[in-house]
């Protein structure tokens, strides 16, 4: 099996990220449990999505760089808090997992994942999609260089066919 | 009780000799009044992004861990924030001190009444959080108190300090947020800033 989760941490190891913000998804769980237990990483839980737009803008005018872990349903609550990110030119990568798209469970999760991807574009945060578990490495790895390397706000949507999903007695178990 | 304290002198008191300190300013009134102080590199005042600004202080401590960090922002800016008293009173940076310039009004809008108005206690949801020293100032003696908690003593804490619903002049701060940002990166981590 693809262990994806550990491969994104390797990512976030080789660029250097201290501060990781996180609303838990049963999709980032593992690499949550990874960025925790590292003594070089500062985990970040957030209250909502939206605080993690500011602590990567706070993180970065101290040097440090941060990563913003979520899933589809938050990137609606950092709408807002985008507009700061593209006004200043502030590097923002955030790593999503994907809900409301292939084989969702959860009618409710449908609208915000269909419009995860265009919301995010409004806000001139690139876009780039993991369409399977050997994708999110590369693609992580890339979006990684582009959010630093030319201080652009960048997304990484990880599809829900990567995450595997199926039910809520599934993810529960999780 | 009626708040007598004046937020341009509370502003410029917290201000006056800040060396090394390290500023936000939330959205609106707290930026002008920040910038009537004088404006410094080592300020990031907020022109948008409502309710972000403990948030930014926060990033900035955890990466500035030997210096102080003070957010000096407002009471509508910090309700629409509340969430990140939590989110901190987790982290628990020992360089992080909030200001809330509390007039109660969104002073930017037509001086509407905010949550505070109605009594909303944002000292007490601060220290429910975990920010122990947090309190309410209303008077001189209070605010002489809660200035040294701000620029020196172990955080995080949040001092909410009663002031008048004042109409003063603005004091703009550059608009140009890629300027604002760029310079205080320079002014915090210098040349190396620039080749990140």
Redesign the interface.
């Known amino acids: 099996m693809n262990d994806w989760p550990q491969k994104l941490f390797g990512v976030l190891k080789q660029a250097k990220v201290?501060?990781v913000g996180y609303v838990p998804d049963a999709g980032h769980k593992r690499l949550i449990e990874l960025c925790r237990a590292d003594p070089a990483m500062?985990a970040?839980?957030?209250?909502?999505e939206?605080?993690?737009?500011?602590?990567?803008?706070?993180?970065?005018?101290?040097?440090?760089r941060?990563v913003l872990l979520m899933q589809s349903s938050g990137v609606g609550n950092c709408i807002?808090?985008l507009?700061?990110t593209s006004?200043?030119?502030?590097p923002l990568l955030m790593l999503v997992t994907m809900r409301g798209e292939q084989g969702e469970f959860n009618p409710w999760q449908v609208p915000m994942g269909q419009a995860t991807r265009p919301a995010l574009e409004a806000m001139g945060v690139v876009v780039q999609h993991a369409a399977s578990a050997q994708e999110v490495e590369p693609t992580a790895e890339a979006a990684a260089r582009l959010a630093?390397g030319s201080y652009a706000a960048v997304a990484v949507l990880i599809a829900q066919r990567v995450i595997g999903i199926k039910s809520f007695q599934d993810q529960a178990g999780r | 009780m009626s708040a007598i304290l004046k937020r341009r002198e509370i502003v410029a008191a917290l201000l006056q000799e800040r060396g090394e300190l390290l500023v936000v300013a939330g959205l609106g009134s707290t930026a002008w009044d920040v910038s009537a102080a004088g404006d410094s590199p080592l300020s990031f005042p907020l022109w948008g992004a409502m309710g972000a600004a403990a948030m930014v202080g926060l990033g900035l401590a955890l990466a500035q861990p030997a210096r102080r960090v003070l957010v000096i922002t407002g009471d509508g800016e910090m309700l629409m924030g509340l969430g990140s008293l939590a989110t901190i009173g987790v982290q628990r940076p020992r360089n992080l001190a909030i200001a809330v310039i509390d007039n109660e009004r969104y002073g930017e809008t037509g001086m509407q009444a905010t949550h505070t108005a109605s009594g909303v206690d944002l000292a007490g949801v601060a220290r429910a959080c975990g920010l122990g020293a947090s309190a309410l100032v209303w008077t001189e003696a209070e605010f002489a108190a809660a200035r040294k908690a701000l620029l020196g003593q172990p955080g995080p804490v949040l001092m909410q300090i009663k002031v008048l619903a004042e109409k003063i002049p603005l004091v703009l701060p550059p608009r140009d947020g890629g300027l604002l940002k760029a310079r205080f990166r320079r002014a915090v981590l210098g040349p190396q800033a620039d080749a990140e």
């Open positions: 201290r501060q500062r970040v839980p957030l209250s909502t939206q605080e993690g737009i500011g602590l990567a803008a706070g993180a970065w005018l101290g040097g440090e941060s807002n808090a507009g700061m006004e200043c030119r502030f630093w």
